[in-house]
Nanobody, 122 residues
Framework: QLQLVESGGGLVQPGGSLRLSCAAS??????IGWFRQAPGKEREGVAY????????NYADSGQGRYTISRDNAKYTVYLQMNELSTEDTGVYFC?????????????????WGQGTQVTVSS
């Protein structure tokens, strides 16, 4: 059974950093995406990584300050977030990609994790 579990969220001050993890079980070598959902807003794509990490794509929301990576030996995909601001607050999800390569659109994904809360506040 396919399953994703996110971790690494928490409370951080503006300007700080966090590294989120997405641990996979039940499958290997799938493309994975990260998404976030701010309070009162729709879920939006952040970044995409291909099965072996050779193709990475960032949505506008993830451009510049976020870095997606993966360690297939640990079945884990990471999202390093730097220079965080209050606008980065939300629940962060990872999901298994099933559609167009490189897509950061939610409809191109299946098997979502439960999410991890990121709160940026002073």
């Amino acid at each position: 059974q396919l399953q994703l579990v996110e971790s690494g969220g928490g409370l951080v001050q503006p300007g700080g950093s966090l590294r989120l993890s997405c641990a996979a079980s039940g499958f290997t070598n799938n493309a994975i995406g990260w998404f976030r959902q701010a309070p009162g807003k729709e879920r939006e794509g952040v970044a995409y990584i291909s099965p072996f990490g050779g193709y990475i794509n960032y949505a506008d929301s993830g451009q510049g300050r976020y870095t997606i990576s993966r360690d297939n030996a640990k079945y884990t995909v990471y999202l390093q977030m730097n220079e965080l601001s209050t606008e980065d607050t939300g629940v962060y999800f990872c999901a298994v990609h099933k559609g167009r390569p490189g897509s950061c659109v939610a409809s191109d994904y299946k098997v979502w994790g439960q999410g991890t809360q990121v709160t940026v506040s002073s």
